[in-house]
Nanobody, 118 residues
Framework: QRQPVESGGGLVQPGGSLRLSCVAPGTILSVFWSTDMGWYRQTPGNQRELVATISSDNTIVYEDSVKGRFTISRDNAKKTLYLQMNNLKPEDTAVYYC?????????WGRGTQVTVSS
């Protein structure tokens, strides 16, 4: 699997919105379709934690603190994973990582910084 590439992070005020994207350049379309994916986040000194996942059959799981505010989706034709984040809070500040998993193979992106501050 090729390393996915995240984008869309930045600085936003509390209550604002951002949409993260994770593109998989060079990945064969059939491989992308059969890949489970997710968004994770990490703050300094802490372990990486799950935000949301979406499987190849579109089964979705959210971490409790983001339910009702974040939406994960995938566009297989564009080989892109998304995370729409609304009503952002300062505690959402973190580096957000995209993860691709297919069988026993796991590939992480390099991350994109999200900062929620007034």
């Amino acid at each position: 699997q090729r390393q996915p590439v995240e984008s869309g992070g930045g600085l936003v005020q509390p209550g604002g919105s951002l949409r993260l994207s994770c593109v998989a350049p060079g990945t064969i379309l059939s491989v992308f379709w059969s890949t489970d994916m997710g968004w994770y986040r990490q703050t300094p000194g802490n372990q990486r934690e799950l935000v949301a996942t979406i499987s190849s059959d579109n089964t979705i799981v959210y971490e409790d603190s983001v339910k009702g505010r974040f939406t994960i989706s995938r566009d297989n034709a564009k080989k892109t994973l998304y995370l729409q984040m609304n009503n952002l809070k300062p505690e959402d500040t973190a580096v957000y990582y995209c993860k691709h998993q297919r069988g026993t193979s796991t590939v992480w992106g390099r991350g994109t910084q999200v900062t929620v501050s007034s």
